[in-house]
């Protein structure tokens, strides 16, 4: 992380593989005790994530934080819909571009900033097969130079 005090606790890899990120935002989370408990311990899933806005408010939908292992009856339910903390104007801005056509908010990472638990939300627009087709034959591109040219500089020593 190059923040200074910010510390992952997971993130969503293959939102940047399905999806072309055309701006983000970080959010607070409203949580329970033992979900807290449950991030601090390192587990949480955004594989299926999403966000929504609804009355004038930001959920995130389908997260997935265990179960505290130590917790007892009052332990939470691992997929609810947790409400997300913005700035009205953020609100506003996010409700209004995900009416245009194809757009959506999906998180890409969970992580703990001053000890609180940060969501980093993005506005993305799906990528087509043959956009994904493209960017793999780009990394495959890069990595054949590269190699190249660790080849090169290893026989000119």
Partial sequence: MSSEGTKLITSNRKARHDYH????????????GTEVKSLRDGKASLAEAYARVENDEVWLVSAHIPEYTHGNRTNHEPTRARKLLLHRK???????????KGLTVVPLRLYWRRGRAKIELALVKGKREYDRREDVAKRE????????LSRRAKGND
Avoid: C, H
């Fill in 21 to 32: 990120i055309l701006e983000t935002v970080e959010a607070g989370m409203v949580l329970t």
């Fill in 141 to 148: 591109a890069n990595r054949e130079m590269d190699r190249a």
């Fill in 90 to 100: 953020e609100i506003e801005r996010i409700r209004g571009k995900t009416q245009e």
